[in-house]
């Protein structure tokens, strides 16, 4: 078939349809174009992902300014606290957000403040740069740590003096927001304050003040270092005695019941107090010689001067020696003196904090399951005897003493079937976003063959029914004469006009006419075979 006939027989079907048939028609081909347009839209979209979340406004403002420098598509979420980025983007972006120091997380600069000083810059700006720069570069230490998330340090700097009477104490006040989930503990805060006390001359822990983002005291000063010294040690003795027991209750358990089918709690109460004791015993058997003193006794006779002859013995202050005794002396008798030690034994006892005093346990055993009719898991408790075999060896496990009047409990219920395996989540996340990005391309060629299918080939081939009726008979009506076909149009052409009752047969009788007038200058024969077309369907 020409081409040229195809446009132009198009052309005439065209002219020759109503205004309801026309808008018809534009509305159907608008509807699917718009419908494939949205799928294909759909299809080819992107999946976002977090790029950061728990931004400030500052780092978000600087971030989402960067992203608009790069045309990298971006969505703001979360009240603009957290910025995504189409999935394949997200790991080169942080990397060329890392080089330009973004996100801060509230970093400020320290030191690096005086990068930017001028020859110009005074005393007084100087101190307070100093001042601001010791304050920021504190804060940026804290918030290094993991459970930290915004710190901020304000210092009150007293001014010099030349008379130590005159001098002031340095103060500090700190703000901390602790990440969530996360909490500061008071060994956490003790090292905080140290921290502080240390880096700033002339300040004293006293002179420390730590609060959380809601306003609670997490330390005041005034003494309270030493009480949260020993509460943390307190507390760190307390957990390590109580995780070390649970440890071993619990690898006990998973060796009998399999791993994730108990758990153990242990509480333990704790002793600090320490505890000096001396113990003395004596032996009375055990007798040892301490001193002796041995006296002689003389009678009669002087005794003989002497000494060491010269001038110190004859000295007022010289001491001569022991006389020489008498040859006419008698021996009056001798006295010894001895002094006895009794055996001794010294024992010294120190018994350090952390004595446990009694210890509490609780085991929770998950039962047994076994498969119903219906095809479902049905609880089964274990036996009383397998329950008491349990608690006997736990009781060895944790050390446990009726002594110190500990207590234990054992229980068998059935445990939360769910699925907590991050990893598992994670591979089940990655699995769905698998599928997704298969099924977007199939979805969108099932609706594009959709509408082929049901609306586009149904309105061609209302178009294209009078073309097709044309190809077919215009070989087998070439020898009809040109009179046949006058008076074929004459009489037909009556018919239809008589039939056309309203408005739009009347715009559909003049579009025929038109294309019969054409068409009978051109083909004769193709012309009757249109006209014997149109009167079937109007029948």
Known sequence: MNIDNLFTQLKDRFTGMSMTQRFAMFAVIGLAAAIISVTLMWSVAPTYQYLFTDLD???ASLIVQTLKESRT???LSKGGTAIMIPEKNVYETRLSLASQGLPKGGVEKGFALFDETGFSTSEFVQKINYQRALQNELANTIMSLEEVDYARVHIAMPKESIFIEDEKPAKASIVIKPKQGRKINPG?????????AKSIRGLETDNISIVDISGKVLFEGRGESQAISLASNYLDIKHGIENMLQSRAQDLLEKIVGPSGAIVK???DINMDMVKSVEDSFDPE?????????????????????????????????????????????AGGSNIVRNYEIGRNQIERIQSPGNITRLTVSVVVDGQYRTDDTGKQVFVPRQTEELKGIEN?????????????DTISVSCMPFAQQDTDIEALSEKAKMRDFIVSILKPVVFLLV???ILLFVIRPLLRWLFKSVRVVEKVTDKHRAISSEEAEQIEAEDVLQIEAVAKSEEMKHAVKGRRKLIEKSTKDDMGTATAVVKSWLQESV
């Open 286 to 330: 055990m007798q040892v010689i301490r001193s002796e003193e041995l006296k002689n006794e003389f009678s009669g006779g002087d005794r003989v001067p002497g000494g060491i002859a010269g001038t110190p013995s004859n000295l007022p202050t010289g001491r001569g020696g022991p006389g020489a005794i008498p040859a006419n002396a008698n």
């Open 57 to 59: 406004q500052a780092d």
């Open 73 to 75: 598509p971006y969505k």
């Open 448 to 450: 594009t063959l959709l």
């Open 393 to 405: 060896a736990v009781r060895h496990a944790v050390g446990f003493s009726t002594d110190r009047e």
């Open 266 to 268: 242990v509480s333990a």
């Open 188 to 196: 956490q805060v003790q090292g905080i304050v140290y921290l502080v």
